[in-house]
């Protein structure tokens, strides 16, 4: 078997990976051609060479982990070929001149990530198809956080009888259910699935909620008038950030003026232009994740910022869980699906739960109300417990 080259031995051992080791987390390269593809093409060679079985390594979120906590390692993702990183560059300069996510591409990921085989989220995720990071400061498994996750977000939304509430990116229709269910408000929801439009449809039941197959920016969402709430979870990362102006300035369109937003996004741990090419070809065409400075950079003209909450550790956790449920459903999907999706969907939900693990993954829910609206919020803090209000009054 070949050696890796100098270079690329110098960027994994900072990371402690080594190859043809016995530890969890080396990786077992059986085509040596990996090392030069790896060279030339980056992180997209080392997503393929995993999918058709070029190498394998026991843990990939660890060695993810791992790689992503080093930023020398970047270098091995990005390619280090001279023409390679001019192609990098390239791609950056038109990242700033090419709108990937216009109206004529919003289709795009539902057509080529969510209307797969549908099995695989009825394995995968939760009974109701939640398909965002859960909740787990006070959960033990999927279905509890992701209740959890629902129930935070009506209290911070102020849910009550009677509102109406837009919820652009629906998915499956878990959050409209439990909001229309549990707090008696009429949902509009929007979705470019066709999947999941004709799911939601299916069953949402007698519930006062509507469903639209459409573009956040379509005139079918303008037609429904203003609303009490919008919220919007998992939805930012298909925006792109030349869209950031026009999408919140739709959520201004559409909300009453004493209403409150609530937004659910992955972010940045940095302000870049970066994107996974690998993530971007095979699983989430034309995602791109904010950083802090641009997601306040797009809502700013228009929005207070009343509360900001990170729990990025816990997708970490949801994403495991995923993988879990899909492991553990596989038998029944195999003979349609195939090897290769199955080392895809295993790359794709590992390599991601090491992203987050490392720290350069975030989870953000934001809570916005309109400038000039006069409205007071207060946000949701956790009480001090009895123990520790009994250790202030002994220490004083």
């Not at 008696?184 to 069953?203: K, L, M, P, W």
């Not at 409205?375 to 009994?390: G, K, T």
């Amino acid at each position: 078997m070949s050696q890796a080259p100098a270079l690329i031995r110098a960027l994994t051992d900072r990371a402690d990976v080594g190859f043809q080791g016995e530890r969890p987390w080396d990786l077992q390269v059986h085509n040596p051609r990996l090392y030069g593809d790896l060279l030339n093409r980056g992180s997209l060679a080392l997503g393929e060479g995993y999918v058709n079985g070029d190498w394998d390594c026991g843990a990939l979120d660890v060695l993810f982990t791992r790689l992503l906590s080093q930023p020398a390692c970047r270098q091995v993702a990005m390619g280090s070929q001279p023409l390679v990183r001019l192609l990098g560059q390239a791609q950056q300069l038109a990242e700033r001149w090419v709108n990937w996510q216009s109206r004529s591409r919003a289709h795009m990921v539902g057509q080529h990530h969510y209307d797969i085989d549908d099995r695989v989220y009825g394995a995968m995720l939760d009974s109701r198809r939640l398909y965002s990071c859960g909740y787990w400061q006070d959960a033990a498994d999927l279905e509890t956080a992701q209740l959890h996750k629902l129930q935070r977000i009506c209290q911070k939304l102020e849910l009550s009888p009677g509102q109406r509430l837009l919820d652009i990116g629906c998915g499956w229709g878990g959050l409209a259910v439990h909001a229309a269910r549990h707090h008696g408000v009429e949902v509009v929801g929007i979705t470019v699935s066709a999947q999941q439009a004709s799911y939601c449809r299916d069953h949402c039941g007698e519930l006062p909620i509507e469903v639209l197959l459409c573009d956040y920016r379509s005139d079918l969402v303008k037609q429904q008038g203003r609303f009490d709430r919008v919220v919007s979870v998992g939805m930012l990362e298909h925006v792109g950030r030349r869209n950031d102006r026009a999408y919140f300035e739709v959520i201004n369109a559409q909300l009453a003026v004493d209403g409150l937003a609530l937004i659910q996004t992955i972010g940045s741990h940095d302000t870049n232009r970066a994107l996974d090419p690998w993530i971007n070809t095979y699983i989430f065409p034309n995602g791109r994740l904010p950083s802090a400075q641009q997601l306040c950079h797009g809502f700013e003209p228009w929005f207070l910022l009343e509360d900001w909450e990170n729990f990025g550790p816990d997708y970490d956790i949801t994403l495991l869980a995923w993988w879990r449920n899909f492991e553990r459903a596989w038998p029944q999907l195999m003979d349609e699906l195939g090897d290769q999706f199955f080392r895809a969907w295993k790359y794709y939900l590992l390599s991601c739960a090491g992203f987050f693990r490392s720290g350069q993954g975030q989870l953000w829910q934001v809570v916005l109300s309109k400038k000039g609206s006069g409205r007071s919020y207060r946000s949701i803090r956790p009480r001090l417990c009895e123990s520790a209000n009994a250790g202030a009054a002994v220490a004083l």
